[in-house]
């Protein structure tokens, strides 16, 4: 009986999956984690690429961003973002022509979802 109780205690069989059971839900939610965030820098900078091109445009390309409706829809033909639509405005400002950005972008990890407003502005002389 005592041999027994012994070679209980000292069978080491199904350590490996006991240990893979407690890694495996942080390592998942890290890697889930880690392309959500990838996915909101995209994000950010498709945004701001946007705008500087189409704020670039309304000064540089007068012939094709001649008025507000065309620099608008310019900006958001240079958007490569990820299928969010942001919404973008021109304006004629005292830097130059200025064109902003906004987006609001939700990551939903399963048991809540994040909200985050994201806006981009660039001006050009």
């Not at 091109?53 to 310019?74: E, F, H, P, Q």
């Not at 609001?104 to 048991?111: A, D, L, P, V, W």
């Not at 994040?114 to 806006?119: C, G, L, M, T």
């Amino acid at each position: 009986m005592r041999n027994l109780f012994r070679d209980l205690f000292q069978n080491k069989d199904g350590t490996t999956a006991v240990e893979f059971a407690i890694i495996a839900p942080v390592f998942i939610l890290l890697l889930l984690g880690t392309i959500g965030l990838c996915l909101a820098l995209f994000l950010i900078g498709s945004l701001h690429y946007a705008v500087e091109d189409g704020a670039r445009c309304a000064s540089v390309k007068t012939t094709i961003c001649s008025d507000s409706a065309t620099t608008i829809a310019y900006t958001q033909s240079h958007y490569l973002g990820p299928n969010i639509s942001p919404t973008f405005t021109y304006a004629s400002a005292g830097c130059g022509n200025s064109v902003t950005g906004s987006v609001t972008y939700s990551m939903n990890i399963g048991f809540k979802t994040f909200v985050f407003p994201i806006s981009a502005t660039a001006c050009f002389p």
